[in-house]
């Protein structure tokens, strides 16, 4: 079935080249994107040093639209994979290949695609380059949607893991909404009802079949959403279905898996309004880590999503112990989940007003907390496992001049709830922007962690000079002067020239968690040179 599309796809995109050259009514966009590092001996670091010395992650997209038809492809090349990816990523390969065809509607999908039910929580599969994350499903799929009224979609294939589809798991899904304010012609308001189904095929081994383990397993999703007056209220429950966890209690009651069934509850509660905005989300997740494959470790090895809901930062001081959910766990003990939730509060103070001054000012306030479950199918928390305390406020002092701070206190389990023992820290950061003229701006990072526990105190420093929209300085350094005396610079520049940017850099990067999104890998400590290139076309 593969070479049958494949070859059909690649017969379509020619014959639409020819036929779009004829009557202008086609059209292609693609994109190119590389990034390789040349990597140095870092004994200071103890940095990861791969053979050759030399890692590469290509990606080529190219994507025809021709009416209610599209079609599309994308090539992979890892010449090899760069230090901390999945060790499933390897070589040159035609990874996804689609064609679509939709009224608006009604759409049809044939080859890999992308989709996820509701929040994600019951199944979802995307692309993150960042984490070497790409679980594209290979099948098909049908959705069809009944004004502002309905709408359903089915979908069968199998999810991509590493190069390749899973060679033995199947998923079957139906999705559906029910918007019932749009049927009665409510005004003002939104009420709808949402609901999942989802099979998962992978056989099972005889000693698994002993145990309760099923080759074929079910899950469902039920959702509820209502909007009013800037009020949103949101709740989903999932029932995960069967999984398949190691037992680190083999040697005592003789069983190498265990069978657990998930679950997971959500409530999000939100306001908008008169420059306030407050959101509260609520989540517990009992023995919801949904794998692509029983068989494979890898980080890209994930059939749904579980994003941390917690203050995402984009500053590095601020993410060396990152929060990554506990859906339940049996590496090396048995722990069944987590609960938990944050409160999410923005006022923006107007222009003119008392702290708005003379061009308003933006403040942030952010509270999470996560502990593990006491016990299986417990709602009561047993151990901390995360809290966090953030204040943030962002002002445009003058037309040339904006400034961000954030002040940020951080507990950190580092057993994930074996032991009741964390890590607190505090921090704080200043983001300085002072625009001198349209093209010519300068930013300046400034960054200070200080805690007892693990390497005690750091401090950071960026500084970036642009030259809009050309160029792009910076260096910056990452030092450790609480325990083990390392800095951790970093400095380079980019060009981009209308579609096109290049970037160059030198340094050093300590080992620690790479996030996007809330989902985590672990990178080693490298040392080297780095050449990304993007290009749209």
């Known amino acids: ?40 001996e870092d004994a200071v670091t103890n940095a990861a040093m791969p053979d050759g010395k030399f890692g590469s992650n290509n990606y080529l997209k190219a994507d025809y639209y021709a009416g209610n038809f599209s079609a599309g492809l994308q090539l992979e090349a890892y010449q090899p994979a760069l230090v901390g990816y999945p060790g499933n990523l390897e070589g040159a390969k035609l990874t996804n290949y689609y064609m679509q065809w939709s009224d608006g509607d009604f759409a049809v999908t044939a080859g890999t695609y992308y989709d996820q039910f509701g929040s994600g929580l019951l199944f979802r599969t995307y692309e993150d380059r960042t984490l070497g994350m790409n679980t594209a499903m290979m099948g098909a799929r049908v959705s069809y949607h009944y004004k502002d009224i309905a709408s359903l979609k089915a979908l069968w294939g199998a999810p991509r893991l590493g190069m390749e589809a899973a060679p033995e798991t199947q998923v079957r899904g139906v999705d559906g909404a029910f918007s019932l304010s749009s049927l009665l012609g409510w005004q003002g308001s939104n009420l709808s009802f949402e609901g999942s189904l989802l099979n998962r095929y992978e056989p ?71 420059g306030l905005g407050v959101n509260l989300s609520a989540r517990r ?92 199918g417990s709602f009561a928390p047993k151990t901390l496992l995360w809290r966090n305390v953030n204040v943030g406020v962002e002002k445009q002092v003058s037309r040339k001049f904006k400034m961000q701070l954030l002040y940020s206190m951080q507990e950190y389990n580092p057993s994930h709830g074996v032991g009741k023992g964390t890590w607190l820290s505090n921090m704080v950061v200043a983001d300085l922007l002072y625009k001198y003229t349209p093209t010519f701006s300068t930013r300046m990072e400034l960054a200070y962690l200080t805690t007892f526990e693990d390497k005690k105190d750091w401090m950071s420093g960026l500084l970036e000079v642009n030259f809009a929209p050309a160029w792009s300085l910076f260096a910056s350094d990452m030092f450790n002067h609480g325990d083990t005396k390392i800095h951790y610079y970093n400095f380079g520049f980019s060009y981009t020239a209308s579609r096109t940017r290049v970037a160059l850099s030198y340094g050093r990067n300590r080992a620690g968690m790479v996030c996007s999104g809330g989902v985590c890998r672990l990178m080693p400590a490298f040392t080297g040179g780095n050449i990304t290139v993007s290009t749209s076309f």
């Open 1 to 40: 079935m593969k070479k049958i599309l494949t070859t059909l796809l690649l017969s379509t995109l020619a014959l639409t080249s020819v036929s779009a050259q004829g009557d202008g009514k086609g059209y292609f966009v693609g994109s190119f994107e590389s990034n390789t590092i040349l990597y140095s």
């Open 204 to 274: 099972v081994s005889p000693l698994q079949e002993e145990i309760g383990a099923k080759a074929s397993t079910m899950g469902y999703s039920a959702r509820v959403n209502f909007e009013r007056s800037g009020f949103l209220v949101k709740a989903e429950y999932v029932d995960g279905g069967e999984k398949i966890y190691s037992n680190p209690n083999i040697l005592i009651d003789g069983k190498a898996n265990l069978v657990k069934n998930g679950n997971a509850q959500l409530l999000e509660l939100s306001y908008s309004g008169g």
């Open 285 to 376: 997740l009992e023995w919801m880590e949904s794998k692509v494959s029983y068989l494979s470790s890898e980080t890209n090895n994930a059939l749904n999503y579980l994003p941390a809901l917690c203050a995402q930062y984009s500053y590095a001081i601020t993410n060396l112990n990152p929060y990554i959910p506990q859906p339940g766990t049996t590496a090396g003990h048995i722990n069944s989940g987590e609960i938990g939730g944050q409160l999410d509060v923005y006022y923006n103070f107007r222009r003119g007003t008392a702290l708005g001054g003379k061009r308003g000012m933006k403040v942030n306030l952010n509270f999470s907390t996560y502990y593990n479950l006491k016990e299986e």
